[in-house]
């Protein structure tokens, strides 16, 4: 193996030891997400309020877009995968909703 080549194995060990440490805070970050959204899915299944809330969704994504634009993350990305969060928050919602 030549120089060049070991120095970019090592260069490339780095960046995915980093990618390995930031996937983490993603899971974690998430696990406490969507404790809180559970949380807010027995409250409002308790108080009969609608599952979704679309003028809060539409608020949330105007918010991620602009902090998307400012971190040099793609805005539609952002938007898509907040949306994808949020469906899923949702469904855990409606089954908050059956269930109360
Ligand atoms: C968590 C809520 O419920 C839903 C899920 C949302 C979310 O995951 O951010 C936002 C709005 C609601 O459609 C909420 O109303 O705050």
Known sequence: MSDTVKLAAE???GHRASIDR???ILVYTLG??????QAVGKLKAEHDLPP???TREADQIARLEDL???ADLDPE???KFLNFII???????KHHADNT
């Open 77 to 79: 990305f952002a938007k």
């Open 52 to 54: 979704s809330d679309p």
């Open 32 to 37: 406490e997400r969507f404790k809180h959204t």
């Open 22 to 24: 930031l996937d983490a």
């Open 68 to 70: 998307a634009k400012r």
């Open 87 to 93: 469906a899923e928050v949702i469904q855990h919602h």
């Open 11 to 13: 260069v490339l060990q």
